[in-house]
């Protein structure tokens, strides 16, 4: 779950990348990738970013211009140099004027180059700035040697907006933040709660499918986030943490709202009804069946079946029918639907699209129309 958070993050307004610019995505934070080509000759030494955006016809500062690196060293500066520059999610789709200036080791202005960008909502843009000497006409080198990346934010200042919230974190309007609905590949929206320091802008996201508000803390209901196998149903201060069949219990489900290890007493599966196994040699196996249990393997015959503790139950996802029989519990995030497989397989019933479960690192996102393993 913690990887999960991260590409939540991207649609969340002020969070930092972490390490070097990567390629472009498609999902995630509303930015900027500027790829900026200038000549080695002129001696540039660092970059200098800022941005303006005319709102209610005035002339404003989007970002305040940054350095880029910060401490101008005079060390090696190849071309061309990448810069990620995070956004307000209120600037996508309005034109945004980038001016780039080239200085070199002594801190001189040395070329410069000005470009207008429209960004795009929760993606990223890429933008290619040639800059151009400020007294010949000398062109860029276009050098091949790529450097590791910049970054900075700048969505936290956007036309003077500030943070209004006296209970929580503030969305890119500068109010309470409210829930942020998550596409996944399922069709299903998932309630994305954003979190904060106490009136500022919001900088990430409380556990996926755990809480329903965020109320100087992350919360379902009123209480702590829901635990390993649950997850917070209903809305603000009235949810409360549930185990059933969506909610990711490996075990079985016990007084509605526990998720119990099989064992004698608890035996089931993908997050079914506990029930007991009754005689002396008949114990809960580790799939989470009785031992006199016996489970049907997959057939014509019970395509929508699976075993679970001492009976079939209907396998419908996030259930899936596994090569034994067995029920076995999808993870909603990361999968979509069930998949057919053989007897004696080894292949994974839990699919998105046309592949199996995503890897950990990947949630299952509707792109396109289609469910897919997106990496944050």
Do not use: H
Request: charged share 15%; aromatic share 2%; net charge neutral.
């Amino acid at each position: 779950m913690r990887r999960t958070r991260a590409l939540v993050a991207g649609f969340v307004v002020g969070l930092v990348a972490a390490s070097a610019c990567g390629p472009v995505k498609e999902i995630g934070p509303t930015a900027l990738v500027l790829e900026v080509y200038f000549s080695e000759a002129r001696g540039t030494k660092a970059l200098l970013v800022s941005g303006t955006a005319e709102v209610d016809g005035v002339l404003v500062n989007v970002f305040p211009t940054s350095q880029r690196p910060e401490v101008l060293t005079g060390a090696a500066f190849p071309v061309p140099q990448t810069v990620r520059v995070l956004l307000n999610d209120s600037r996508a789709g309005q034109a945004l004027q980038l001016t780039v200036i080239g200085i070199n080791a002594d801190g001189d202005a040395v070329e410069a180059a000005t470009q207008t960008v429209t960004p795009r909502a929760q993606q990223e843009t890429s933008v290619s700035i040639s800059l151009k000497p400020f007294t010949d006409t000398i062109e860029p080198d276009g050098g091949l040697q790529r450097d590791a990346g910049f970054s900075f934010d700048a969505g936290s200042r956007d036309a003077g907006l500030a943070c209004n919230c006296p209970t929580g974190c503030c969305d890119q309007t500068g109010r309470c933040a409210a829930v942020v609905p998550l596409p996944l590949g399922s069709r299903q929206q998932l309630p994305v709660v954003l979190s904060g320091p106490l009136g500022q802008f919001c900088t990430g996201a409380c556990p996926l499918g755990k809480t329903s508000q965020f109320v100087n803390q992350c919360l379902c209901g009123p209480s702590a986030p829901c635990g390993e196998g649950l997850r917070c149903q209903g809305n603000g201060a009235s949810a409360r943490c549930i185990c059933d069949a969506t909610s990711g219990c490996r075990g079985c489900c016990s007084s509605g709202s526990v998720c119990e290890a099989p064992r004698n007493a608890t035996c089931g599966n993908a997050g079914n009804a506990c029930v007991r196994c009754e005689g002396v040699m008949n114990g809960c196996q580790a799939t989470g069946r009785c031992a006199t249990n016996a489970c049907v393997p997959p057939s014509a015959s019970n395509p929508n079946q699976c075993c679970s503790g001492a009976s079939m139950v209907s396998a419908a996802w996030p259930t899936c029918q596994t090569a034994t029989g067995d029920c076995r519990a999808c993870d909603v995030l990361r999968s979509a639907s069930c998949r057919p497989v053989a007897i004696n397989s080894v292949g994974e019933p839990c699919a998105c699209g046309m592949s199996g479960q995503c890897p950990l690192d990947q949630l299952c996102l509707l792109v396109s129309g289609l469910p897919t393993c997106v990496r944050p």
